[in-house]
């Protein structure tokens, strides 16, 4: 087992910035990439970002592009998400998740993750 717990979440005007983490523990060896998603009242979670531990190869959602950094510890025990030029529209829940070996479901469905953080809120105020 893997457990994931997110931090650093919080209330920002539009425009601020923002630090996630995610501190895993447990069996971490078992898995091979860690990723972002989210979740707004209303919707359903959508993918964020991932990076692949093997590579560092990273994937970001076209709707945090160029603003959203996913970056770990050489450790791979925590994964972080900086967050730059916030918008009211990435207002959500956050949850850090992680992926094992198994039935492939690609980067950014939700089904393809097997652990999962409790989320963190981030609200950006206009």
């Known amino acids: 087992q893997v457990q994931l717990v997110e931090s650093g979440g919080g209330l920002v005007q539009a425009g601020g910035s923002l630090r996630l983490s995610c501190a895993a523990s447990?069996?971490?060896?078992?898995?091979?990439?860690m990723g972002w998603f989210r979740q707004a009242p209303g919707k359903e979670r959508e993918f964020v970002s991932r990076v692949r531990w093997s590579d560092d190869r990273v994937n970001y959602a076209d709707s945090v592009k160029g603003r959203f950094t996913i970056s770990r510890d050489n450790a791979k025990t925590t994964v972080y998400l900086q967050m730059e030029s916030l918008k009211p529209e990435d207002t959500a829940v956050y949850y850090c998740?992680?992926?094992?070996?198994?039935?492939?479901?690609?980067?950014?469905?939700?089904?393809?993750?097997?652990?999962w953080g409790q989320g963190t809120q981030v609200t950006v105020s206009s």
């Open positions: 447990g069996r971490t060896s078992s898995t091979y990439a």
């Open positions: 998740a992680a992926q094992r070996p198994g039935v492939w479901l690609g980067i950014s469905d939700p089904n393809g993750y097997d652990y």
